[in-house]
């Protein structure tokens, strides 16, 4: 007998690979000069499906720089037209050019005002000052991005479903105590939540396979980074579920915990119309949604063995939504 397959429930969608970042962990904004965009009916028809319309509850925006598309606005119209189970909508961003993030921000939230779906919005910020620009390759940028998350902070007032949060990636060149210290201060100053990620190897999306050697953590570096999250897990400054995946990775390079792409439960698209059914590997290539429908690829996703997950998953660093897994 066959299994019935699982629905996805979050669908990162890489729209486009457009950004005014240089990161040092992160590869689209080299690959943006080739790279095409998704235009809003080539998403109208990929969200359309009947299987997207009848169980994506999540969707990421993700990047790139998610802002940089003058049309954003119509296309979370979109997403909420055609997909009736939508209950947040995710947007990362750099937060670099302030005026047009909160600009963007603003009007989605006024769009989103008369529904039920929640705006998730998270700034990327990898330490205070100087050490954000040289990993964002962007010198004298801070203050701008300052500014952004003070203003998105504002917006909360007036939007109270809005969610406002922060990220910072850790990697060679922030990982120091006093560093992460001095985010996990800058958060608290601001009253935001703040999530750390260790960078991880990617194929696709950010495909950062190709920046590796300039972030990949030295065993120091990682035993410096066990201390800082042993010190939020005293502190219950994180969730101790995903502090003790951190923890078991960077220990042992391998990992502990799920991954709710392994379950079915989320989907990447790039801006070519790729599926995945895996955030980093090749390997989990479903179909491409501008040559056939979502529910056509879905159940390629049956051709991936167990072993292939192993193989893939063990030394995996990524949440990848982990708590929907």
């Keep these: 007998m066959v299994m019935a397959l699982p629905k996805p429930k979050v669908m990162i969608l890489f729209s486009s690979f457009r950004c005014d970042a240089r990161c040092v962990m992160c590869y689209t904004w080299v690959k943006q000069k080739w790279s095409p965009q998704l235009s809003l009916d080539q998403l109208r ?54 005026d047009r993030v909160v600009d963007q921000i603003e009007r989605l939230l006024a769009v989103l005002a008369i529904t039920r779906v929640e705006l998730a919005v998270t700034v990327s910020i990898d330490g205070v000052g100087v050490v954000h620009e040289t990993i964002r390759g962007r010198p004298g940028i801070f203050p701008h991005v300052n500014r952004t998350v003070e203003a998105l902070t504002e917006l909360r007032t007036i939007y109270p479903r809005f969610r406002l949060g922060m990220n910072t990636v850790i990697s060679r060149h922030n990982a120091h105590l006093e560093t992460l210290e001095a985010m996990r201060a800058y958060a608290r100053s601001h009253r935001i939540g703040l999530n750390f990620t260790p960078a991880a190897v990617s194929e696709i999306g950010v495909e950062s396979v190709a920046m590796t050697e300039q972030f990949e953590m030295t065993p120091e570096e990682k035993h410096t980074t066990v201390q800082f999250f042993e010190r939020l897990k005293q502190d219950h400054a994180m969730d101790e579920r995903y502090a003790d995946f951190v923890l078991h990775w960077l220990r042992t390079g391998t990992r502990n915990m799920g991954c709710a792409f392994r379950e079915g ?61």
């Design 45 to 98: 028809r990929i969200v359309s499906d009947p299987l997207v319309r009848r169980s994506i509850e999540i969707v990421n925006l993700a990047g790139g720089e998610p802002t940089l598309r003058p049309d954003l606005v119509d296309l979370v119209e979109l997403l909420v037209e055609a997909c009736p189970h939508l209950k947040t909508v995710d947007i990362p961003t750099n937060g670099f050019q302030t």
């Design 265 to 325: 439960k989320v989907v990447l698209v790039e801006p070519t119309g790729d599926v995945f059914l895996c955030g980093n590997y090749r390997d989990f290539k479903l179909g491409n949604l501008l040559e056939r429908s979502f529910s056509d690829v879905w159940p390629a996703q049956r051709r991936f063995t167990r072993e292939m997950w192993r193989r893939r998953c063990d030394t995996c660093a990524s949440n990848c939504y982990i708590g929907e897994a």
